[in-house]
């Protein structure tokens, strides 16, 4: 006997997101060994600034050596930690978030839950707000794996509320409005702004004086050392909410996906550095724009048109004048002759949903 999630194909894993995946997976391109082999171009990473992480290992030999004034740490690090992290840990994090958010807004480390990667801070924020059948409005373009994160073991449902590239995405009271009546059901709220910088809801919510009202408790942020620093590898995610109740449970439930605490120390001493971390976003925002302008350069040359934008590691490319027809039956199309016949592995927009839309890496300048 098996379970419906082991006997159904419920995952996702058929989407044209993940076949892609799998196909450079077979068949990756290296320029000497495999010339031929696909690109993948589908990935969110940031591989700008290895050299500045590497330069601070080389550095701090003791961080990854596991000691701390040349005394070994190995012991203390080897056994049992419990699942609230290490503090040094948790007080560099969110040292380290305030810092990129220019010390606008500072956050409590005992409100905070570190978990194995956004993705298990995902799903674990789904069960602490959401009971099975429980929906929640996503607005669309959405990253294609919430189908999976948010939804595959929770039971819980995505309403998406659709955005048009007539208004560049920003999301509508009327849209709103509909996919709420869809879902009947609205616990998180979205906020869009139309500004050239990164403001985060919790400084929205500040410069409204609303920190004693009931959204204060409402809202939850989902953070990852995955983009910022490159370290998808490392699995180091987490949850910050205002809420106490969310906090205890999601800190409960982070027993089944912990950081290592080899990871956490070697963390802990390298955002700790202010020096470091600071030199680092600087050079890394530069890194990322100055890529974003080449990308963009380069498509414009050729006649295709990029999204505005100022943030992330995404790139989206307005493709429909090479469909032959406005229908995602020939953006599939279009799809495959670039996955087989150009060889790049690319999100095509069907899957988020919206025509033409790209997913590439390493090219979006980050929050100035």
Known sequence: MLSTKASRDSHGQDSSY??????YEK????????????IQ???????????????????????????????SMFKELALFQDYHGLPAFKNALVKFMAEIRGNKVKFDPNKLVLTAGSTSANETLMFCLAERGDAFLLPTPYYPGFDRDLKWRTGVEIVPIHCSSSNDFQITMPELEKSYQEAQRLWLESTAFDCPKFISITEALMDRHLENTD???RIHIVYSLSKDLGLPGFRVGMIYSNNETVVSAATKMS???????QTQYLLSRMLSQSKFTS??????RKRLRKRKEMLVSGLQSAGIKCLKSNAGLFCWVDMRHLLSSQTFEAEEELWKNILYGVRLNIPPGLILPLLGAWLVQNLLCKPL
């Not at 993940?18 to 196909?23: D, L, P």
């Not at 027993?255 to 605490?261: D, N």
């Open 215 to 217: 959204i204060w408790s």
């Open 18 to 23: 993940f076949v892609g995946w799998q196909e």
């Open 279 to 284: 030199n680092y976003m600087e050079k890394n």
């Open 41 to 71: 171009m589908g990935l969110a990473e940031n591989q700008l600034s290895f050299d500045l992480i590497e330069s601070w290992i080389a550095r701090n030999p003791d961080a990854v050596g596991l000691k701390k004034n040349g005394a």
């Open 27 to 38: 068949n990756p391109y290296h320029d000497v060994r495999n010339p031929t082999g696909i």
């Open 255 to 261: 027993s089944f996906g912990l950081i290592s605490s």
